[in-house]
């Protein structure tokens, strides 16, 4: 990619970011009758296309407590994408400092940090109206392996943007899901999602033109070096962000050998699991990074599979 075309992209990302955005207090009616909350609500119930909620377990609990583990999921989804969107932030910022005057960059790096900082402001309200105090987002553990993004800004920015890709790939990969299938879910997740989606779409777009733009002139020990940690990070912020958190597990009690399965051994969860990253495998593609070893980490990690014809594009089932 050359850096005229690279910098054309930035712009048409950038007017994007101007005439189709969304501001979560005007483009949400919070208190409208069909938003409001209730704990009898089945449509708060897990849909299949959640691992836990196809599960024959959770299929056999009775409908409140289902209701409410959806409620507490839902919540906690939420929260760990306002986790991982003030992470992203940060980032962003940290990035903007090296950016150089009259780059493209710092315009629509600007502008997918203030939309981040509505998506956190959006996720907050909706866990408020749900109105679960004790819900978590990311774990102890996961918050301190995220201190490796501050390096990587500075040092190994190519890193970061993977990183990036790793937490944002998975929830928009299940919220897409969703709406595709044309669940019932209740109308303010429903809306969140949405304008969640429509937003992330420019996101996960400016981190593959990113590293398109930049990966294939990396040296090569640090290309072959991104090629190995790629799919690691991948299958490290899966489980950061698609698994629940222990105090949900306890909370509800969910024997082990049923989170296991669901998170990621069942045959169906596998499935999941690979389908999530095919548009990440079409990229490491393109930009050189699937080479032979990268390739067996990637099989090692469950991950592997057939990369997408188009981005965003729905998951194909082989025969």
Not at 28 to 39: K, R
Not at 81 to 109: S, T, W
Not at 138 to 152: E, H, S, V
Not at 261 to 280: C, G, I, L, M, N
Request: overall charge negative; proline content about 7%.
């Amino acid at each position: 990619m050359t850096l005229s075309s690279y910098h054309e992209v930035l712009q048409s990302l950038s007017e994007g970011s101007v005439t189709k955005h969304f501001d979560p207090y005007v483009d949400i009616d919070w208190d409208s009758p069909e938003f409001a909350v209730h704990s009898d609500d089945p449509r708060w119930i897990m849909p299949d296309e959640d691992p836990l909620g196809r599960h024959p377990w959770y299929k056999a609990q009775p409908v409140e407590r289902q209701i409410a583990m959806g409620m507490w999921r839902q919540a906690g989804i939420a929260k760990v994408g306002i986790d991982f969107e003030q992470l992203l932030i940060r980032g962003l910022m940290q990035y903007l400092i090296a950016v150089p005057n009259g780059d493209p960059e710092f315009r629509y790096v600007t502008h997918e940090a203030a939309e981040e900082c509505n998506h956190t402001m959006m996720f907050q309200e909706m866990i408020n109206r749900i109105g679960y105090r004790d819900v978590i987002g990311m774990g102890n553990i996961d918050r301190k392996l995220t201190l490796i993004i501050w390096p990587a800004v500075k040092y190994f920015p190519e890193l970061f943007f993977t990183l990036i890709l790793g937490g944002e790939e998975p929830i928009d990969h299940l919220q897409k899901s969703l709406l595709r299938g044309g669940v019932d879910l209740h109308p303010m997740v429903n809306r969140v999602m949405q304008i969640h989606v429509a937003e992330e779409a420019r996101h996960i777009s400016f981190a593959h033109e990113y590293l398109h733009r930049n990966v294939p002139s990396m040296n090569p020990i640090s290309k072959s070096v991104l090629s190995v940690v790629f799919p690691i990070g991948m299958r490290v912020m899966l489980s950061m962000i698609a698994t629940p958190p222990k105090q949900f597990v306890d909370k509800f009690g969910i024997p082990a050998e049923v989170m296991r399965e669901a998170y990621w051994a069942s045959p169906e969860s596998q499935v999941v699991k690979r389908d999530v990253f095919t548009d990440v495998r079409a990229l490491v593609t393109d930009i050189g990074l699937m080479n032979p070893v990268a390739a067996r980490v990637w099989q090692l990690l469950g991950i592997d599979g057939p990369v997408s014809r188009y981005r965003s594009e729905p998951a194909r089932r082989t025969a």
